[in-house]
């Protein structure tokens, strides 16, 4: 059974209507019996009655105007808005062009010297490749074959390689990271790296690398080879291409290392393993 | 057209079917700012500011239903921020005496059978509660003159059922307090049952 003190405290919800059906019936059994919560339940009812009759006549209406003053408002707000709209847009509008013309021409002033860029970029992108290699070997031309190829499409198109390829003279080759995936950018960092520590003895390694550089026998099998590359180098920094890449073949007893200049005849071709020539060789 | 779609046309952009609510709910919104500020051309003012908010932050109601209640919210912040200004300002010009209100309650002509008498005891009993503080004054408001339910009530000002079922039987406690002194006087009034309650209590049962 309920206490006075929990029933009056619930009271004014009981009158309202707003307790739970177990509640109200708990409150209207303990009103049966205790003529003193009655008495504050009809007080309770009254007082609802007096609030509900007091605000009952407040039928008040706005002044006619007041719905013109909001529509004009509302007109007011809403031209703002368009005129923000249309500023926010403006000023991304020029903050792209701004960005887009700033670009160009921190492009135009770090170009390379391309005959185009996509050719460059190409080229990038495909060297990479190279240094995943896992490929058989298919001797469709003679090893000699294969080297005198390379050979004449890089003397064809590089005339520094043309220039320097007798004295085995490299340089370093200056990748552009921004331009390439992960894997080629740590490809890039590494060569790059390596290529700062010895700058300076660049040349006399280089030659040196060369001199060691042994002799793959040719084979008339076909034969799978695990390269890995070591250097990738070019004959001028201020232009990556051609680029010579310096390789390690790690699964054949014979040859260990080599060397092979990417050939340049403006579209450069992806390499793989199968093009570099077992017994190819920088040395004339 | 119901309230959901010319919400939905409103958030979309289209100014008529917002003006076709502000006609729709103008008159709510108003009464609402009257009981609240009991001053018209603060309750219009009031009103107008309720509705411009409203058309700025109508991209943010995620529940179209609940246009109304989101409304009588934004009414009520408004409302409040207009009632402590002007209540800055009145205190500022005149101090507050206190006797007004018992000015009110101790007026000896009142004749609770006429008419006019009885509209201005409900005059008022408005008054008294727009002298409670905030939060019990909104609650009768919204209960007794916008017929809103607990859990209506509840949704408008952000608090649980609970605590609204407490504030309101607070609110009314703290009118049985004001108008008991009034209401003594009116022994054999149609309100004769309230003024039981201005005498001394003998206990609970």
């Given amino acids: ?284 | 057209m119901s309230d959901e779609e010319l919400v939905k046309q409103a958030i979309d952009g289209d100014e008529r079917a917002f003006m076709a609510l502000v006609r729709r709910y103008e008159t709510a919104i108003f009464r609402l700012a009257m009981a609240l500020l009991g001053h018209r051309e603060d309750a219009e003012d009031a009103t107008q500011d309720t509705f411009v908010l409203a058309f700025r932050r109508l991209q943010t109601l995620r529940d179209a239903s609940s246009f109304p209640l989101w409304l009588r919210k934004l009414a009520i912040r408004v409302c409040l921020r207009y009632r402590r200004r002007r209540t800055a300002e009145r205190e500022f010009i005149e101090p507050l005496s206190g006797e007004r209100e018992s000015e009110i309650l101790f007026r000896a002509d009142l004749d609770p059978e006429s008419e006019v008498e009885k509209s201005e005891l409900r005059e008022l009993v408005r008054r008294i509660v727009s002298e409670l503080p905030e939060p019990f004054q909104v609650v009768i408001v919204l209960y007794h003159m916008d017929g809103l339910s607990y859990e209506e009530i509840a949704k408008v000002l952000g608090i649980s059922i609970g605590t609204v079922r407490s504030r309101l039987a607070r609110a009314r406690a703290m009118l049985r307090t004001k108008l008991a002194s009034l209401l003594k006087q009116w022994e054999n009034s149609p309100f004769s049952e309230l003024a039981a309650e201005a005498k001394p209590r003998t206990g609970d049962v």
């Fill in chain 1, 1 to 284: 059974m309920m206490r006075c003190e929990r029933v009056l405290k619930m009271l004014d919800a009981y009158v309202d209507g707003a307790l739970s059906e177990r509640d109200a019936r708990s409150i209207a059994s303990h009103l049966q019996y205790c003529p003193n919560c009655r008495q504050k339940w009809k007080e309770a009812q009254n007082l609802k009655q007096l609030l509900d009759d007091a605000f009952s006549d407040f039928n008040l209406r706005p002044s006619l105007l007041l719905e013109a003053r909001i529509e004009r408002e509302i007109c007011a707000k809403q031209l703002v808005l368009h005129r923000q709209v249309n500023a926010r847009r403006s000023a991304v509008i020029f903050a792209v062009a701004a960005l887009t013309l700033i670009w160009l021409i921190i492009a135009y002033l770090h170009r390379p010297e391309l005959p185009s860029t996509s050719s460059r970029k190409q080229t990038i992108e495909t060297l990479p490749e190279v240094a995943l290699e896992m490929r058989e070997v298919k001797p469709t031309l003679s090893p000699h074959q294969q080297g005198e190829k390379a050979k004449r499409e890089t003397e064809s198109s590089n005339p520094h390689f043309k220039q320097l390829a007798g004295k085995q003279i490299f340089a370093s080759a200056k990748l552009h990271p921004k331009s390439m995936t992960e894997k080629k950018v740590r490809l890039a960092k590494s060569v790059s790296k390596q290529f700062k520590r010895n700058k300076l003895q660049e040349t006399e390694q280089t030659a040196e690398m060369s001199e060691e550089l042994p002799r793959i026998s040719p084979t008339t099998e076909a034969q799978t080879l695990l390269v890995r590359v070591e250097r990738i180098l070019s004959l001028n920094p201020a232009n990556p291409i051609p680029v010579t890449i310096v390789y390690r073949v790690l699964n054949t007893p014979v040859g260990r290392e080599g060397a092979i200049a990417i050939p340049y005849d403006g579209i450069i071709q992806p390499i793989s393993v199968a093009e570099i020539p077992v017994n190819f060789s920088l040395q004339p």
